[in-house]
DNA sequence: ACCGTGGTTAGCTTTC
DNA sequence: GAAAGCTAACCACGGT
């Protein structure tokens, strides 16, 4: 339960320390590591965001077409839908065969 | 589409076939257990479906009558947690943000 | 309990004090109203908690059965699937319908 | 199984079939547009799920790392968070606590 | 223009 | 420790 340890990294356990820039680094060079862990993930999250509006943007574009966009997004589901169950159903396929000593 | 009944138990193991070969009755009375097991899983989501409904009532009642249902959440959520499991996870959070600078 | 409450409903979210007519109202009116949601919504939070549990003991029951949990699992989730393609796919329809002007 | 191929588009409200045989196309033109449309979404949410792929990823390396995952999120979450809003709900939380006595 | 709804996504829990 | 399933928060859309 309380293994809350207060260290930022196991890193520290080095004793290096690369006191930069910003960082108070209460934990050596751990700081830096996350703040670089974070950046990159707030960068990729950046990309996701885009390509939601991009989306978006083709639904509009369809709408402005004359399709409408509700159905277009059920389409996209049921197909998605046709390959997730296609997908379930081979697993549970091979786990039938592993059930009956197939493998 | 199939009914996607199936008859698998590994009271089969014993390798044994209880049926003649090309049995319709693949899984024989192991079948049977295994529709009510299900079965009596799918009433149990059922209700508890339900049950997650009568909660979003509450809440959209209680947003109606002019309260904030998020907040309402976290104060179920806060009363639901552990003191002190709060305090370190908050302690924890503080030293990572000195970690990037963040204070 | 503290003395400092003001005003629990959302009509205050501006900062400005509405509270009308000099009722002191200590955890007031609102308070009481407030504390009977949560009160409700705890109640249906442990039902929704059997529930699960139940869940668990009828998987945990089927397998001192001798049966997968893991595939049941498996079946449980794709006769879901059907029934959620199910409605999805007549939701389409009723989508096409209205697309054509059928309604 | 069917393709799934949909023409869906108000261009079609005269309500005449425009094709003959072999096309599926009951939307004339509109059929081709769509499919497009389709595909260009499909395409763009695959890129999007690659995304979020990737940042699971840079989770775990931080994890393997030593890092906590959970806090990270919870960083990146509050560098995300409008300073003065989060305040406001604080002070909100406050208020809901004091008027059910959590003090 | 706002509210309510539904769908999507992320986080948490539990399982293997 | 990894993987999956479940739950809850978020966001965008349509209705009023």
């Known amino acids: 339960m309380s293994e809350n340890v ?16 910003g960082t108070k ?4 060079v751990a700081g830096a590591r996350l703040k670089s862990f974070i950046e990159r993930i707030e960068r990729l999250e ?3 965001t ?3 509006e991009d989306i978006k ?3 509009a574009e369809a ?12 389409v ?18 091979d786990l039938y065969k592993s059930a009956i000593g197939m493998y």
Chains 1, 2, 3, 4 share one sequence.
């Open 57 to 59: 943007e083709v639904y």
């Open 46 to 48: 950046e990309e996701k």
């Open 63 to 74: 709408k402005g077409t004359g399709f409408d966009a509700k159905t277009i997004r059920k």
């Open 50 to 52: 885009a390509l939601m």
């Open 25 to 28: 680094d209460t934990g050596g």
């Open 6 to 21: 207060v260290n930022i990294a196991s890193q520290n356990e080095t004793g290096e320390e690369s006191q930069g820039e």
């Open 76 to 93: 996209v589901a049921l197909r998605k839908m046709d390959t997730e169950k296609r997908q379930e159903a081979e697993q549970l396929l």
